[in-house]
């Protein structure tokens, strides 16, 4: 069966330092993959998806980047964090897009960040 | 306009009620449609898929409505663990874009 690892569960990082979030599936080739954010009380905000290694597309501009360099192996990467970075952060993936329809989505059980 | 617009309630209902939530979405190309599950400070988690003919699992019930762009989730008998947030799902084809949409989510919460 898939499985989906993202880490570390929380992380409370001052202003201006940076940040890595790894996230993992297993049991699965070619999946779609996508980080959200969901601030305190909000809805998730999709931040990036990826459809393949090196292949990144970005949703809104900020102060993150993402990268996949291998097949199930996302990454979350700010260089300095901003106070608005706070948040849930979760990963999630689904199965490669037909071109029909997307499918539904599976969830990591996220990174909850605070910025200090 | 919001692309996936929810009552953020709180619902709150007695043991037992049959609650409804409706979501609206703004594009009409829309192709996908999902209800998830989350439950505070947790990943949300599939609840079910939302079918043209309307489809049921157990106490659920969705019901897609194209014409009108809203989609619904009925629970019935509801019981204390329904309580959560419910977020609904919309899958946008022609902005290219490859990723669910999700709605701010509608808080349920039941009560003995």
């Known amino acids: 069966s898939q499985t989906i690892h993202q880490w570390p569960a929380t992380l409370v990082q001052p202003v201006g330092s940076p940040l890595s979030l790894e996230c993992t599936v297993e049991?699965?080739?070619?999946?779609?993959l996508y980080w959200y954010r969901q601030a305190a009380g909000r809805g998730l905000q999709l931040l990036f998806y990826s459809i393949g290694i090196d292949q990144i597309s970005s949703e809104v501009p900020q102060n993150l980047s993402a990268s996949r360099p291998q097949d199930r192996q996302f990454i979350l990467s700010s260089k300095k964090l901003l106070l608005s970075d706070s948040g849930f952060y979760l990963c999630?993936?689904?199965?490669?897009?037909?071109?029909?329809?997307?499918?539904?989505?599976?969830f990591g059980q996220g990174t909850r960040l605070t910025v200090v | 306009r919001k692309e996936v617009e929810q009552d953020p309630g709180p619902f709150n209902v007695p043991e037992g009620a049959t609650v409804a939530f409706n979501c609206t979405y703004s594009n009409s190309a829309s192709q996908s449609f999902f209800w998830y599950r989350q439950d505070c400070r947790k990943e949300p988690k599939l609840l079910m898929s939302v079918y043209s003919s309307g489809n049921e699992d157990g106490r659920f019930t969705a019901q897609l409505n194209r014409a009108s762009q809203y989609i619904s989730l009925l629970i019935r008998d509801s019981k204390l663990s329904d309580s959560a947030t419910y977020l609904c799902v919309v899958s946008f084809m022609d902005t290219g874009r490859r990723a669910l949409t999700f709605g701010s989510g509608t808080r349920l919460q039941v009560q003995p």
């Open positions: 999630a993936w689904s199965v490669r897009w037909s071109g029909v329809q997307n499918t539904e989505a599976f």
């Open positions: 049991g699965t080739s070619n999946p779609n």
